[in-house]
């Protein structure tokens, strides 16, 4: 996947899918906790939906608010949109918007597909979902994370191979971690996965105590 057609119409699809699977979620789903820190379902789907529903003054407001601090001003904004949206109008936010374009800075149209492979994510593996994001996609994602973006989600990979089981695809150098593609994604982010999933020394410290 090459073309900003195809990244285009991968974005799409994810996001339909997504809505697909948050559609049939029971509503007590909603407030179980996700691999994003401190955020249920609920606002997970909010932070996910808020390019769609911000204005850029919007954006720039919430900005000046949380003091120039992107990550306090989408907490904030994903725990009020999760009050007083429901989550019928979170899917129903994901599915009209399918086709927005929006680049987060330095990301371009991939760095948008990016947004929603691995929040997506954090909602299906957390709950655990058997829903497998599709290989093309995937390997968008993985292909545009370099070790820039490794350090800015603060995750240490020193002496640790990442090799998946699944796609022909592996990141750094030293002990063997291996898992399915998406599963390693989620360690490149950050996350701490649930017990099970990861294989390898290091799986110990990409693993949830807590299961």
């Known amino acids: 996947m090459t073309s900003e057609t195809e990244i285009k119409a991968a974005t799409t699809s994810e996001r339909l899918d997504l809505a697909d699977v948050l559609s049939t979620l029971p509503p007590h789903r909603w407030d179980e906790a996700t691999l994003c820190e401190g955020w249920r379902v609920r606002e997970t789907v909010a932070h996910i939906t808020m390019p769609f529903r911000y204005s850029a003054a919007q954006f720039l407001l919430g900005m000046l608010k949380a003091r120039g601090s992107f990550n306090r001003m989408a907490d ?3 725990r009020r ?6 989550p019928e109008e979170l899917v129903a936010s994901l599915k009209d918007n399918a086709t927005f374009e929006w680049k987060p800075p330095g990301g371009g149209l991939v760095g948008a597909l990016s947004h929603d492979v691995i929040h997506g994510l ?5 709950l655990g979902l058997d829903r497998v994001v599709p290989p093309d996609r995937l390997d968008a994602v993985l292909n545009s994370i370099d070790a820039r ?4 989600f603060g995750v240490d990979l020193k002496g640790v ?7 022909e695809w592996s990141f750094g150098s030293g002990t063997p971690l291996t898992g399915n593609a998406q599963d390693l994604l989620l360690v490149l982010c950050g996350r701490k996965l649930p017990a099970g999933r990861l294989h390898g020394e290091p799986g110990r410290r990409f693993t949830r105590t807590n299961g």
Do not use: G, N, S
């Open 76 to 78: 904030r904004a994903a």
């Open 81 to 86: 949109d999760a009050v007083t949206m429901t």
């Open 122 to 126: 954090d909602i299906t593996t957390a």
């Open 149 to 152: 973006r490794v350090a800015y």
């Open 161 to 167: 191979e990442l090799r998946a089981d699944d796609l």
